[in-house]
């Protein structure tokens, strides 16, 4: 029974490290290479304030960010953004990695994201490869009543299952949620996504431009225990198998609009701040500006995130409905070297 | 307590997206037209003219395009010769400045309400510039006395009308109705609930005080503008090193006595008000002020008394 999840576990992880998974050698537990390399990524939209201050203050003095035998390199990753205190100058840079991007040949005509993307791939990438960062956290804040959020891209990467595994345990009393987007069409192609393991920090409910000292302190907080995590994993611990209960992205819902595409329609005081909190059908979602009352219409409980958050008026997006669902994380630890 | 005689009003104008990420009143405005399109001219005791003050702003959802419009409203940038070269936002306050103006004239709107909002935890704060405008005063204890939701209160800011910058000032009686805390490029249902109820308490009054009777004066407290405090910043990066302290955040309008916290350094160290003086301090963490050099203003509270004021049709 072991072996056979041993074995499940090494056909569908999709990033397990390339070749140096110990299948031939037993092994009770998927083993993943020690992690050499780690990126703490700020600034990916100029105005999400703490990720930026928490890059800034480990770039001067690194001291709380270094771990044993990792390299630990904060990193600003949007720097004509953050000059501007704007989100993005041409395009969301994190929206930027797809592969057409990162292939595309530089020059002077290419949207500053893009040509930041091919940089940024080649310092931490490139995507896909193993000279890759093992792992990459990449510090977000949010205009949603979210708390400290974990952004996951894959439920079979067994070694980030772990580590979020870890984190929320850390962390209590203090909650931390696990979003999942594996949603073939609602993913995207982010800047961490040039790791191995990728792993989105995402705090609110922090406004745009504002830097708020509570939120400042979880974010900090969340990234001592990753680290802690990967230190312990790299001393040889061994994580037993355990669960993770996680949201997984199911559908975006946009605001009602009419036809020039102008809201119609505010996010209903009773769903506003109530993130990761069940929504059912019949319960209201939206409040027009003469207001009425428009109801949730779905065919089942959700629980949504993203609530109202500012930068995603222009996607389309009031917030995402995400599903609960429990993953299931294989014992991990490091393989020997 | 003397009674005081004033002209009754007769023509009032709702400003939104003066700054183009203030969603409130980017959204009540047209809101607004949509009522009276419905309902009709007799929807509102006297003509409302309703202005999407920065429509270039609004569009791009920021907060200027060139220059903070809320800036340009003194008499000597209204007055400036306009080249080539004027920033956007000084043509558009001089448009704004005919349209409902001239400042400092009788052809000038009776009453402006501009609508913002703001990140700091402010509640309905009613900012104007003169103390012993009582059509100011009157609107200010009428919206304390009906809006419940929220805190109410009064800014003043001490500063002649030639120079006063903001919007409002081109009218007679001009207000700014400052709601938060709401994220810019956000809009919040309660917010918007509660601007639209100041906007039609303000419209309540003016059919009240348009009506004749005599409206009882009273006793309001006001928060005086003092002085503004900047975060702590790096002598040569200019960068802050401190972010607003916890124990203040979100306390807008609390008294700060000597040794509260002010700030958290990013080393751990706390920073205290030194001053002798209680102040209330506000717009305390505003996301548009960190490039103004402004952590939070400060203000003193005083007791003002206000006269019976009458309308009289002249």
């Not at chain 2, 000597?258 to 958290?264: A, T, V």
Request: aromatic content about 8%; some cysteine.
């Amino acid at each position: 029974m072991q072996t056979g999840l041993l074995y499940n576990a090494v056909q569908t992880s999709g990033h397990l490290g390339w070749g140096t998974v110990a299948m031939s050698s037993p092994c009770n537990a998927a083993c993943f290479p020690r992690v050499r390399r780690v990126a703490i990524f700020g600034g990916t939209h100029g105005n999400e304030m703490s990720g930026i201050t928490l890059v800034n203050m480990w770039m001067k003095n690194g001291a709380e960010v270094q771990r044993n035998g990792v390299l630990t390199k904060p990193f600003i990753t949007n720097p004509g953004a953050v000059e501007k205190c704007t989100r993005y100058i041409d395009t969301d840079l994190n929206r930027a990695f797809t592969p057409e991007n990162l292939s595309t040949p530089s020059g002077d005509g290419l949207p500053y994201e893009v040509q930041r993307a091919k940089e940024i791939n080649q310092l931490f990438g490139p995507k896909g490869s193993p000279d890759a960062y093992d792992v990459i956290f990449d510090l977000h804040n949010t205009t949603s009543n979210m708390g400290s959020t974990l952004i996951l891209e894959s439920s079979t990467d067994h070694f980030n299952l772990q580590m979020v595994h870890y984190i929320k345990k850390a962390a209590a009393p203090e909650s931390c949620a696990v979003l999942l987007n594996e949603h073939p069409q609602l993913r995207y192609a982010t800047t961490r996504s040039v790791s191995t393991h990728p792993v989105g920090l995402e705090v609110g409910p922090q406004p745009q431009g504002v830097l708020r000292s509570n939120i400042f302190e979880s974010m900090r907080m969340i990234v001592k225990h990753a680290l802690d995590f990967i230190e312990l994993f790299n001393s040889g611990v061994e994580f037993p198998t355990c669960t993770v209960e996680a949201f997984r992205v199911h559908e975006s819902v946009d605001y009602p609009r009419d036809t020039n595409g102008n809201i119609t329609a505010m996010v209903h005081p009773r769903l506003q701040d109530c993130d990761w909190e069940p929504l059912n059908p019949g319960d209201p979602m939206f409040q027009t500006f003469d207001g009425w009352s428009i109801p949730y219409a779905g065919d089942g409980p959700v629980y949504p995130a993203f609530i109202n958050e500012a930068a995603y008026y222009e996607k389309q997006q009031a917030f995402v409905a995400t599903r609960r669902e429990t993953l299931a994380a294989a014992a991990i630890r490091k393989a020997s070297e | 307590m003397g009674l005081i005689t004033l002209p009754v009003i007769r023509r009032m104008a709702v400003c939104g997206g003066t700054h183009g990420n203030e969603l409130t009143g980017v959204y009540l405005v047209p809101e607004l037209e949509r009522q009276r399109r419905e309902k009709g001219d007799t929807l509102w005791p006297v003509p409302v003219t309703t202005v999407l003050s920065n429509p270039r702003a609004v569009k791009e959802c920021k907060r200027y395009v060139n220059k903070d419009l809320n800036r340009c409203f003194t008499s000597a940038i209204l007055s400036s010769p306009v080249t080539d070269t004027t920033p956007y936002e000084v043509q558009r306050a001089q448009e704004l400045n005919s349209m409902l103006g001239p400042k400092g004239t009788a052809d000038a709107t009776d009453i402006i309400c501009d609508l913002h909002n703001t990140t700091a935890n402010m509640g309905l704060t009613v900012i104007s510039y003169s103390h012993t405008n009582w059509v100011i005063m009157h609107i200010y204890k009428y919206l304390q006395e009906k809006i419940t939701k929220v805190p109410v209160r009064l800014i003043l800011l001490n500063i002649p009308i030639c120079d006063a910058y903001s919007l409002e000032s081109v009218a007679k009686h001009g207000i700014s109705l400052e709601v938060g805390p709401q994220p810019h490029g956000v809009v919040r249902a309660d917010i918007f609930n509660v601007m639209k109820e100041g906007v039609n308490v303000v419209l309540d009054w003016i059919q009240h005080f348009n009506s004749g009777k005599v409206i009882e004066g009273a006793e309001v407290d006001v928060f005086m503008f003092e002085k503004s405090v900047d975060y702590p910043r790096d002598t040569e990066t200019q960068n802050p090193l401190a972010v607003i302290h916890p124990q203040l955040q979100d306390q807008d309008f609390c008294l700060l006595q000597r040794g509260d916290p002010l700030f958290l350094t990013f080393s751990g160290e706390t920073v205290g008000y030194d001053e002798e003086e209680p102040l209330h301090p506000f717009f305390i963490n505003e996301a548009a002020y960190y490039e103004k050099g402004i952590a939070f203003h400060l203000a003193r509270k005083k007791t003002l008394v206000i006269p019976n004021i009458q309308a009289k049709n002249d």
